[in-house]
């Protein structure tokens, strides 16, 4: 049986392609893990030690954290660790992290706010029969509060408004509630490290329910998928499948060749020729516009309709004519209710048939009524060309 988790469920919804590459195939990607990652693994390894040893009376002095922290990160350094940000090396990141540490230990010294109830702690709770589970870095009480505490070392500050729409620590919520019947409120904590900030947020328990719903549709989604297509975004820089993805595919072939094989790829060749055509085509289409304002110009002038060339005519043509406010209009949704007042409506508006696809592909629509409009649906296959600066 499949056991969920936020990142697995999060990793459908960022890339399909991915999901199916890591989750399905388990596919062995020859790109080593991000020093972002691995930055993020070992000021955890500290701070669990921090608590952990706490439990034991034994507080560690902030020098004793930043040796192991240190010593744990020469021990697990490889070559394979992949620095995107070219413009920063190891050295910058392990010191990154010993200010994370030293930021957090100096704000919560002696650690005796509340008491670790677990570390590195694993739930699981079940939505109807499916089963998710999860590792709270920290879970802590005090009075009969909850809380689960969450350390970030990335650059982004989440927002207030983020943390309360979070679904990773309110999943994590609905376990402790049901573990610890002493529970009579949970608090979600994020450390965001590099800020030394905290940011805290709570969830009722009808949010609790209704985030259960999503979940459930979520996975619905995962388990019904057909096609596992690539999505690209701004993540794809800390793909690991890289190599296995055809969006980036060429650029692991091509990069590997010499200055001469990478001019002689055909790939390569392609792509240039094709951006060079499109430079044309863009100078071509300035240029027509050019003469269009003109011949319009011309046809004012001259108080004439059409223009006459050595074989070709060219006929002017121009109406007043009366525009109705568009969708981007603040004037629309009362224009449209008086369309629907007048019984306008139905004679006059069109099937968003490009909007109603998108929301179909995207699985947007309530899988009941997508059955019944797959039955008017017919699979064509649309090709495309996008051309952007590299
Ligand atoms: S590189 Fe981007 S598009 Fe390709 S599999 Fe990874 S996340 Fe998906």
Redesign the pocket.
Known sequence: MTVYSHSRISSFE?????FK?HYIDEVESEIGEGVEAFLGSRVHDVLEKLYKDLKFEKINTLPELLEFYNSEWEKNWNENILIVRKEYDKENYRQMGERFITDYYNRYKPFDHDKTIGLEMRIVIDINGKKIQGFIDRLASKDGVYEIHDYKTANTLMTQEKADEDRQLALYAIAVKEMFSDCEKVELVWHYLAFDKEIRSTREDEALEELKKEVLKAIESIESAENYP????A??DW????P?????RHLFEVEKKTIEEFKDDDGVKLANEYAAWKIKEQKVNEKVKEIRDKIFAFGEQKKVNKVYGSDTAVTIWQKDCVKFPGRTDERHATFVELLKKEGLWDEFTTLDKFKLEKAFENLDIDPEKMQELAKFGKKELIKRLYMRKR
């Not at 960022?14 to 991915?18: E, R």
């Open positions: 960022q890339c399909p392609l991915k590459l690539a999505k690209e975004s993540l794809c793909c690991e499948y890289q296995d993805c055809p969006n980036f």
